[in-house]
């Protein structure tokens, strides 16, 4: 399995339970050597997260921290309505949006509800991944889960923060076997990325590596192994400011 060059799905302090600063989280990304680093705090819905009144001056960030090109998105939830829980106005000022379930602001709905609400939120154009798809406390339909993820241009995440706690995440494992079957059958991209939480775990993305080497999955369908592939897929980035 080759190397990632970004980690796509990241949290700092401000999304009210991680522990590091943007400036943090981008040294620790430096000193595991990757180029990209996305910044994607946690939309409303999970306590303590940030107003977003914050997404709207994210230009004031160096778009180059410690030689890491930073990315600004947001993981925003997905609601039992088959809404999004970050309204537009915000979500036009990301470099690229994140949708997920949480069950802090989710309540589990069934197999195609919850397959249904997912793929309504995956059609908002700002919507570029799909984050840990895997945990069947809120299970889902994989195969019209890869179709839509097909047809509406979106990645599905492999999350690695999901395979260092199975307990917590029901069936994970199988999920991600079963969901990578069918993303290699209709050539579906997928994203490798941590989840941390804290600088520890940045990059750290070693045992979805490990599961996707197990699967002899397709490396040409991973997102982040190379930037122009990563480039070409995400949209053109909004503007920043200069490093200082």
């Known amino acids: 399995m080759g190397k990632f060059i970004a980690d796509l799905h990241t949290h700092t302090l401000v999304s009210g339970h991680a522990y590091g600063t943007i400036r943090e989280m981008a040294q620790a990304a430096a000193e595991k050597n990757l180029e990209v680093l996305g ?57 690229y949006a994140i949708a997920g379930i949480h069950c802090q602001c989710y309540e589990d709905a069934g197999r195609a509800k919850n397959t249904e609400n997912l793929i309504s939120c995956m059609q908002n154009p700002h919507i570029y991944i799909v984050s840990h798809p895997d945990d069947d406390h809120t299970p889902l339909d994989y195969e019209a889960l890869v179709k839509a993820a097909r047809d509406y241009h979106v990645a599905l995440e492999v999350n690695n923060s999901s395979l260092r706690k199975p307990d917590k995440r029901l069936n994970c494992v199988e999920n991600y076997r079963q969901m990578l079957a069918l993303c290699q059958q209709y050539r579906v991209m997928v994203v490798v990325d941590s989840d941390a939480h804290d600088p520890s775990a940045v990059g750290d993305q070693s045992l979805a590596a490990d599961l996707l080497e197990q699967f002899s999955f397709d490396f040409s369908l991973v997102l982040n192994a190379e930037r122009s592939r990563l480039f070409s897929f995400l949209p053109p980035l909004k503007p920043h400011y200069e490093a200082p």
């Open 39 to 95: 910044i994607t705090e946690h939309a409303p819905g999970i306590p303590g997260t940030v107003d977003p009144f914050y997404y709207g001056n994210l230009k004031a960030v160096p778009r180059y921290l410690y030689g890491v090109e930073v990315l600004h998105g947001s993981e925003v939830n997905v609601l039992n309505d088959g809404t999004l829980s970050l309204s537009e106005h915000y979500l036009e000022r990301l470099d």
